[in-house]
């Protein structure tokens, strides 16, 4: 796949069929998201927009809110959610994915079960068409309205 001059992928040239039968596909799977996790941990504000506007009705939890350094957030995470799965959803730049491992890490270490798979199937989908960041997502909505 080729990059940008950021490093991220170059989106797929496509239709707005392509578009709509993709945002179609990501709303499916957030539809099993609102029915098979208690939570899902995003970086911020932004991110929980997108994830809302694309038919997420599950709680959210946002990092960068919180306020806490990591091992504290890790904990009340633990805490709260302990015995019960979550998504851990941030961006998919390496920054992020290495974040999101090890939060993962820790969490299922705590006893919470991180729903690996739907990360990787949401990260599958989006990558593919360039897109590294949650809060993006509410770009296929717009490429398949043109």
Known sequence: METNRRGGARPRKANWKHFYELEAKLKEVIDGVN??????IVEGKRDEEALRSAGL?????QFSCSGLPLFAF???LVAEYKGRSVLVLLDFD?????LAERI???????????????????AKMLIREGILRI???GTLRRRASL
């Open 135 to 137: 809060e993006e997502i």
């Open 74 to 76: 890790v904990e009340e």
């Open 35 to 40: 029915y098979s996790v208690s939570a899902v």
């Open 57 to 61: 009705r599950s709680t959210v939890v």
């Open 104 to 122: 993962s890490q820790e969490l299922e270490e705590g006893g919470v079960r991180v729903q690996r798979r739907i990360r990787l199937d949401i």
């Open 94 to 98: 390496s920054e992020g994915d290495g």
